[in-house]
C-alpha cells in the first residue's frame, strides 16, 4: 500500500511540509517493498487552485493514504472521490509518521479548512 506525505525537501530526514497544496515535494512511500519516490509539486506555484492540482497529483500516484498536517476543503473532496483517506501527521518527522500509520496509532483527519481562495503565491 502506498502513502503520500508533503515534504519541504527530496529526503527521508526533511520535515513534513505544512502546507498540502504548496508543499515543494510529495514523498510517495510504499509501505510493503519500503522504497519512496520524490515527486515534484508542479502545483506548488500555481496562481490559483494549488491544493486541488496538488490533490489530483497524489490521484495519479495511486496512493490509498495521505498523511498531511491540514488539507482545503476542495483539495479533501478530490482525495476522497478517489478513496483516498486523510490522515493528521503526528509530527515533522516523515520516519514518525510512517511508523504511526503502520503502527495504525495516527488519527484520520477530520479538521477541514475551508481553503485559501484567491491567496496564492505568485
Do not use: W
Amino acid at each position: 500500500m502506498k502513502i503520500a506525505i508533503p515534504v519541504d525537501d527530496h529526503s527521508m530526514e526533511t520535515n513534513v511540509c505544512q502546507s498540502f497544496g504548496r508543499a515543494p515535494y510529495f514523498l510517495i512511500y510504499d509501505n510493503e517493498s519500503k522504497e519512496s519516490a520524490f515527486l515534484d509539486n508542479s502545483a506548488a506555484a500555481s496562481q490559483g487552485g494549488a491544493g486541488i492540482k496538488a490533490a489530483q497529483i497524489i490521484v495519479d500516484s495511486q496512493v490509498s493514504a495521505l498523511l498531511t498536517p491540514r488539507c482545503g476543503e476542495n483539495a479533501a473532496n478530490v482525495l476522497k472521490a478517489a478513496n483516498i483517506k486523510l490522515y493528521k501527521t503526528v509530527n515533522d518527522s516523515i520516519k514518525d509518521n510512517i511508523r504511526a500509520y503502520n503502527d495504525g496509532t495516527i488519527s484520520l483527519l477530520d479538521e477541514i479548512h475551508p481553503g485559501f481562495h484567491n491567496h496564492g503565491g505568485k
